[in-house]
């Protein structure tokens, strides 16, 4: 069975406290949290246990993320020598934007999709982290890596997922997910 493994991170400062998205490498981990399918189970990562998540990365058959390429391989290329853009990946905002012609909102898709949402956004996470809220600040990742996993897994099943236009339209769409290798 192939390992899939889904990721997301939360991180300990905001692109304004690091001078731009350019920077995002500066904004450093509070936590990355992953699903195995293989383990079948939520794996959690502290900044200083990152070389794990390394492991764990290097060894999965797909590496599956939202914005995954854009934003969570930028923070992590802090902490590693090795190219994260080498792994077997699958950014699902990437295949959904290029589809939709324009970036779709994790949210959106999963409250459209799934009817399931997020429980809060970016700045809620820096602001559990710096408020030492680190209990909450890992349900708010996991909850984003599920989300992630099931929109993958309905997409998969369904050869579609949907999400809302500005306008409030609903809008369904073809994905691939599952098959020629994503």
Not at 79 to 85: M, N, Q
Not at 169 to 175: G, L, Y
Request: some cysteine; proline content about 1%.
């Amino acid at each position: 069975m192939a390992d899939l493994v889904f990721l997301d991170l939360e991180t300990r400062r905001t692109d304004e406290d690091v001078g731009g998205w350019d920077h995002a490498q500066d904004m450093r981990v509070a936590v990355a949290v992953t699903f195995s399918t293989e383990t079948d189970r939520f794996h959690i990562f502290e900044e200083d246990e990152l070389e794990f998540l390394f492991e764990q990365l290097s060894r999965a058959d797909l590496v599956v993320g939202y914005n995954i390429r854009g934003f969570d391989y930028r923070v992590l290329s802090r902490y590693t020598k090795a190219s994260l853009a080498g792994l077997p990946t699958l950014d699902l905002m990437d295949d959904v934007g290029q589809v939709a012609g324009h970036r779709v909102k994790l949210d959106n898709l999963a409250r459209t999709t799934l009817d399931d949402a997020k429980t809060g956004s970016g700045l809620d996470a820096v602001r559990l982290f710096r408020e030492g809220s680190m209990y909450e600040l890992v349900e708010y990742c996991v909850q984003d890596v599920r989300l992630t996993r099931d929109l993958y897994d309905h997409g998969c099943r369904n050869g579609k997922v949907a999400f809302r236009e500005a306008d409030g339209t609903r809008r369904e769409i073809a994905v691939t997910w599952g098959r020629h290798g994503s």
